[in-house]
Nanobody
């Protein structure tokens, strides 16, 4: 199995909700911070959310604050990104990623293949 596997993407209308999941294999989430970045066609990587491994702290980007929530299933290596009030500009490929410096910087180490989220009416 791949180290980072995303699931839960799809097509949703503006204002709708969607929940992404990521299962991490081979990572101790007591030490590794795990989260999400997204990338739209022709654009760079945009950090979205981070769940801090050592302390369980959370960070989200300004563009999604108040709408997206990152969480972890208790005692597991699975994290989620709950997305609400989705906007067309949220359309992108979403990647589950490890972070190089915890959640203090948007710096990514390893990520999965990504999963498509499309917000359109």
């Amino acid at each position: 199995q791949a180290p980072l596997v995303e699931s839960g993407g799809g097509l949703v209308q503006p204002g709708g909700s969607l929940k992404l999941s990521c299962t991490a294999s081979g990572f101790d989430l007591d030490y590794y911070s795990l989260g999400w970045f997204r990338q739209a066609p022709g654009q760079g990587r945009e950090g979205v959310a981070c769940y801090r491994g050592p302390g369980g702290g959370r960070r989200v980007s300004d563009s999604v604050r108040g709408r997206f929530t990152v969480s972890r299933d208790k005692g597991t290596n699975t994290i989620h990104l709950e997305m609400k009030d989705l906007k067309p500009e949220d359309t992108a490929t979403y990647y589950c990623t490890t972070f190089a410096y915890g959640c203090s910087e948007w710096s990514f180490d390893y990520w999965g293949q990504g999963i498509q989220v499309t917000v359109s009416s």
